[in-house]
T-cell receptor
């Protein structure tokens, strides 16, 4: 149990385009989902926290107009990187919080390369 | 703001040897997680430590937590090549209304034959 999927696992796009990444909790309901970004050889940095049905809470320094997060249901959150640029190339990982248990289950990640 | 310091950041060890990775954090946290990350992969949960004095062991890895010292350790016993990976500690705590994890920089472990 407690499986989190992400789609796509790999995406290459041209500079200026938008990319949507999906995060799904497959066998549980997640009231809270988290989006992290990891640059090569660095740690995970929390970008934002999303709660179902409400606006995401962004960490300091993360542009909310650039990284659009939608948490439309208890099993799906999406991250859209708008007008992507090469510096947005990174490994994006989501996690989902099993309801009430304060435990995060991590997705397999999405590697984004912006040319 | 919770700050997490892991050391060492790089660890090269021979098979069969023992070593300890340290994780210090700056403010009170009620639990601490250890994760493993293989190259190109996401995180694999290793341990969650829920209380002061908690000790958990799985195979050649043993994790402990001292909440008073704000210190967790991950001890490796008789290392084998398969343990080569990056290890992260992450204390948890509430930021606003959400429970969040703050990750250390990670320890890149290389076990040499």
């Amino acid at each position: 149990g407690a499986v989190v999927s992400q789609h796509p696992s790999w995406v290459i796009c041209k500079s200026g385009t938008s990319v949507k990444i999906e995060c799904r909790s497959l066998d549980f309901q997640a009231t809270t989902m988290f989006w992290y970004r990891q640059f090569p050889k660095q740690s995970l940095m929390l970008m934002a926290t999303s709660n179902e049905g409400s606006k995401a809470t962004y960490e300091q320094g993360v542009e909310k107009d650039k990284f659009l997060i939608n948490h439309a249901s208890l099993t799906l959150s999406t991250l859209t990187v708008t007008s992507a640029h090469p510096e947005d190339s990174s490994f994006y990982i989501c996690s989902a919080d099993l309801l009430g248990l304060e435990t995060q289950y991590f997705g397999p990640g999405t590697r984004l390369l912006v040319l | 703001e919770l700050k997490v310091e892991q050391n060492p950041l790089f660890l090269s060890m021979q098979e069969g040897k023992n070593y300890t990775i340290y994780c210090n954090y700056s403010t009170t946290s009620d639990r601490l997680y250890w994760y493993r990350q293989d190259p190109g992969k996401s995180l694999e949960s290793l341990f969650v430590l829920l209380s002061n004095g908690a000790v958990k062991q799985e195979g050649r890895l043993m994790a402990s937590l001292d909440t008073k010292a704000r210190l967790s350790t991950l001890h490796i016993t008789a290392a084998v090549h398969d343990l080569s990976a990056t290890y992260f500690c992450a204390p948890g705590g509430y930021g606003g209304s959400n429970y969040k994890l703050t990750f250390g920089k990670g320890t890149l472990l290389t076990v040499n034959p």
